[in-house]
């Protein structure tokens, strides 16, 4: 059974920061390309970073142009675990927060067969 379990979300004020984490078991981690995606109230899904070489190591990484420069996608393949580091945040940051996981590299949250249950940040002082 394949789980995905984010944690790290909360309240934090502007210019702030957090680390959301996402353990995953079930799969092969090192086979996967692992995401984060994020969605506000009326708002679609959407790619906040993934990383871009699945293995051992993380070549390269994409950002979405709002976060670029501020997020930051790790992974630590001992424990299964990817992380997203926020720093700098926003109001308009304010969403719940998703990893994901998929076979294939994709900005499409449909390539993504997995996902983990969301953990909430809301940036507000």
């Known amino acids: 059974q394949v789980q995905l379990v984010e944690s790290g979300g909360g309240l934090v004020q502007p210019g702030g920061s957090l680390r959301l984490s996402c353990v995953v078991s079930g799969l092969t981690f090192t086979r996967y390309y692992m995401g984060w995606f994020r969605q506000a109230p009326g708002r679609e899904r959407e790619l906040v970073a993934r990383d871009a070489r699945i293995g051992f190591w993380i070549s390269s990484a994409y950002y979405g142009n709002s976060v670029k420069g501020r997020f930051t996608i790790t992974r630590d393949t001992g424990k299964n675990t990817v992380y997203l580091q926020m720093n700098s945040l926003k109001p308009e940051d304010t969403a719940v927060y998703y990893c994901?996981?998929?076979?294939?590299?994709?900005?499409?949250?449909?390539?993504?067969?997995?996902w983990g249950q969301g953990t909430q940040v809301t940036v507000s002082s």
């Open positions: 994901a996981a998929s076979s294939v590299e994709s900005d499409s949250f449909s390539d993504y067969a997995y």
